[in-house]
């Protein structure tokens, strides 16, 4: 069993940064590739990227290549969303979730684990 928690997600101005962590409880977790998911309001949730288990392969849905970065620390069971350049259409909950390997990681119903989100909002 994996439990996931979200944090760092603010009000930033548009052109700033934030950091999201995604922590997780479970001896497993480094077995698991991590995904990070938005939902705006109004909008279906949609994929942002992800990150293999040991780091070694990162994966960006178009929109957030070159802005947005994902790391991992096994040891500390914590995964990273830096999100830098932002703008007012990325405000949105941010969610991270776990599933195993990297294979058709744009979709949700392979992910065995989610958090329960974290609220970014960006002002132009």
């Known amino acids: 069993q994996v439990q996931l928690v979200e944090s760092g997600g603010g009000l930033v101005q548009a052109g700033g940064s934030l950091r999201l962590s995604c922590v997780a409880s479970?001896?497993?977790?480094?077995?698991?590739?991590v995904g990070w998911f938005r939902q705006a309001p109004g909008n279906e949730r949609e994929f942002v990227g992800l990150?293999?288990?040991?780091?070694?392969?990162?994966y960006y849905a178009d929109s957030e290549k070159g802005r947005f970065t994902i790391s991992r620390d096994n040891a500390k069971n914590t995964v990273y969303l830096q999100m830098n350049s932002l703008k007012p259409e990325d405000t949105a909950v941010y969610y991270c979730?776990?599933?195993?390997?990297?294979?058709?990681?744009?979709?949700?119903?392979?992910?065995?684990?989610w958090g329960q989100g974290t609220q970014v909002t960006v002002s132009s």
């Open positions: 479970g001896r497993t977790f480094s077995t698991y590739a």
């Open positions: 990150i293999s288990w040991n780091g070694g392969n990162t």
């Open positions: 979730a776990a599933k195993r390997g990297t294979y058709d990681y744009t979709l949700e119903r392979l992910y065995n684990y």
